[in-house]
């Protein structure tokens, strides 16, 4: 017998050196947009975040605060973790890295290495980035005026010399380049994929995988001077949270996952070194790594010395979680940098949210409160337009299918609004209003048509807006029986006579304050 479709869909762990940002809000509602859809299209959905505790990174945030590293990353996961409410996030497990269970997958993942020969004894000698808890090579670095050493990223790097536990990276990169060759989708976006595989084919250097000059982070088995390269500790959480290393039950159904989402920085610890170890250790690389953009602030890169973080929860409360959660989906290309603007935030709210979707459906459900006794009307025969529309609305869930697939989630809402702006088109033209005296039956009809595609709409925008969209289902009568995309098929359609509650306003317009 088989069951629903399993789909794994994975956020970065997010470091707790620091309070969650708009950045880590972004990955992490794309997933839950996702999660969401897929479950109500039927997958059997595991939905993972978290935060990555151990490295050097964390230990001197803790150093810099005066308190033990525990203590202080148990303060900070708990942000991460509240911050995923606040979000109205869905996901189905929040994983940190200094959890038993983790440790003890990442000591078994090294311990199959140990045994393929996949890792050896040698010392360290080079560049290190502990902001981005990277090595680079000198020729990879650039001197500022006053002399000092960055990576590409901007972070300082310093100079490492210790011994170190290697990883055989060099021998994967001709596998690797076949596993990008065999699997088109493996890495999206397409520019993304080019650039991984010229890092790849320039060939690969063996893997420091251990560091011997601090002790915050998963102990290497078999040799306490040393604990394990942050990466590789982080990396593994994502089959931690199935159970690794035991391989039956949510390993054997989830994994490999179907996709990772992480920002375009760290795509290559997820395309490169990730599928190298899982390879290196006998194990399934991930189906699918997609990478995308940053945000900016007002035209400027968002750091805390400019002070211009945006914090997730601030815009939240101005502007209200299902309108953040749209703009951020909506503005920008997904896989483009976008640029977080006060002014695009208010267009997106007020223009499609309020007026091209809220008022749609307020007018039209007021409409048969008025004048249809409160219940679904019941339509006459349809006349090529209504039919163009409702074919209209009936087509959406095929071609959002697609774009979510591709995490295309500005096309899927520029598609939904598509047949929005139609809807809103069609009142106008159909005059529903005027009707009432002249033509009853037909605004009957005309009514119906509306309702059944605010219907589809507010079925399809649960995964973005869901608080929104789950009002926008009571008011034209979608009990929670009626709310999956089951409820989609062509031939289900609004019932008439359905009693409808009086509608209330779903999506408020931003009002800016005197002054601003
Ligand atoms: N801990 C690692 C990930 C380990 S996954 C096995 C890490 N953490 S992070 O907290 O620094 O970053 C997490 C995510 O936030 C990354 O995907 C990063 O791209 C994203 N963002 C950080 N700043 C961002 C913006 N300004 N805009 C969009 N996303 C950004 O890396």
Redesign the pocket.
């Known amino acids: 017998m088989s069951g629903p479709k399993p789909f794994y869909i994975t956020?970065?762990?997010?470091?707790v050196?620091?309070k969650p940002?708009?950045?880590?809000a972004?990955?992490t509602l794309a997933c839950d947009v996702l999660a969401r859809f897929k479950r109500l299209d039927g997958y059997d959905v595991r939905f993972l975040t978290g935060?990555?505790e151990h490295g050097q990174k964390v230990e001197k945030s803790a150093q810099a605060k005066g308190i033990d590293p525990q203590t202080f990353t148990d303060g900070v996961s708990a942000n991460f973790r509240d911050l995923a409410r606040v979000l109205n996030v869905s996901n189905d497990d929040f994983i940190r890295t200094t959890e038993d269970r983790h440790k003890m997958a990442c000591q078994a993942l090294w311990d199959r290495l140990v045994e393929r020969g996949e890792i050896y004894l040698d010392a360290y000698r080079g560049w290190y980035a502990v902001r981005d808890?990277a090595f680079y090579g000198e020729d990879e670095l650039t001197r500022g005026p006053d002399g000092t050493l960055t990576a590409p990223s901007g972070a300082p790097v310093e100079w490492m010399e210790e011994p170190s536990y290697f990883f055989r990276l060099s021998k994967w990169a001709a596998p690797l380049l076949q596993y990008y060759e065999d699997n088109r989708g493996f890495i999206a976006p397409e520019s993304r994929r080019n650039e991984v595989i010229s890092f790849v084919k320039g060939g690969l250097k063996d893997l420091s995988i251990s560091r011997a000059s601090f002790s915050w982070g998963v102990p290497v088995p078999g040799d306490n001077a040393h604990v394990m390269y942050?990466?590789l500790d982080?990396?593994t959480?994502?089959i931690t949270a199935l159970g690794f290393p035991n391989q039956d039950g949510d390993y054997t159904t989830y994994w490999p996952a179907d996709l990772?989402?992480?920002?375009?920085?760290?795509l290559r610890?997820?395309t490169v070194y990730?599928p190298a170890f899982l390879m290196a250790a006998g194990l399934e690389p991930p189906k699918r790594v997609f990478?995308?953009?940053?945000?900016?602030n007002e035209g400027q890169?968002?750091s805390k010395s400019l002070g211009n973080v945006i914090d997730p929860v601030d815009l939240i409360e101005t502007f209200g979680l299902d309108q953040v959660r749209y703009f951020l989906l909506r503005e920008v290309p997904f896989g483009n940098?976008?640029d977080f603007s006060q002014r695009a935030m208010i267009n997106r709210m007020n223009g499609e949210l309020a007026n091209d979707l809220g008022n749609l459906s307020q007018r039209v459900l007021s409409m048969i409160t008025k004048n249809c006794g409160g219940v679904a009307p019941t339509p006459g025969p349809f006349t090529e337009e209504d039919t163009a529309l409702l074919d209209a609305a009936k087509g959406l869930l095929d071609s959002l299918r697609s774009t979510m697939d591709r995490q295309a989630f500005h096309e899927g809402l520029e598609g939904i609004w598509i047949v929005i702006r139609a809807a809103n088109a069609y009142v106008d033209h159909q005059a529903p209003w005027a009707l009432r005296k002249t033509d009853p039956d037909r605004m009957a009809t005309v009514l119906y048509v509306l309702a059944e595609v605010i219907r589809r709409v507010a079925l399809l925008m649960q995964p973005v807006t869901p608080d929104a969209a789950g009002r926008m289902l009571e008011q034209v009568g979608q009990g929670e029986d009626a709310r999956s995309f089951a409820a989609l098929a062509p031939e289900i359609m609004l019932q008439p006579g359905l009693p409808l509650p009086k509608p209330s306003g779903v999506f408020p317009r931003y009002i800016a304050e005197e002054g601003e």
Do not use: C, Q, R, S
Not at 11 to 15: H, K, L
Not at 21 to 24: L, N, P, T, Y
Not at 291 to 296: E, N
């Open positions: 956020t970065p762990i997010y470091y050196n620091d940002h708009i950045g880590h972004y990955t935060t990555d808890e942050v990466w982080a990396l959480n994502y990772h989402m992480v920002g375009k920085d760290i610890f997820h990730w990478a995308h953009g940053w945000w900016t890169k968002i940098d976008g």
